[in-house]
């Protein structure tokens, strides 16, 4: 993730647009080989894996029940110190 990640921003535009507990989907991309320490932020969820056209990159989407923005807030960050990552 950037380093210009705006935690309070965001954390506001989330409050705003959902009501919690809330269905989240947490989508990143990450280098092949790292997609399962992204799964090991939201263990007991589904993890949908998409190889990128050349197999260098995996998406990874996870939804999972949220219990607040700060919740997500810090998968977030967590996700940041995995190399290679991006969140989308």
Do not use: C, H
Request: glycine share 4%.
């Amino acid at each position: 993730m950037k380093d210009t990640f705006n935690r309070e921003s965001f954390k506001e535009k989330l409050d705003a647009q959902s009501s919690f507990p809330s269905l989240y989907m947490f989508k990143f991309i990450v280098p092949n080989g790292k997609e399962e320490e992204v799964g090991k932020l939201l263990p007991n969820n589904k993890m949908e894996l998409k190889q990128s056209s050349k197999g260098k990159y995996v998406s990874v989407t996870i939804k999972a029940m949220m219990s607040s923005s700060d919740v997500i807030l810090d998968i977030y960050e967590k996700a940041s110190k995995i190399e290679g990552v991006i969140a989308l």
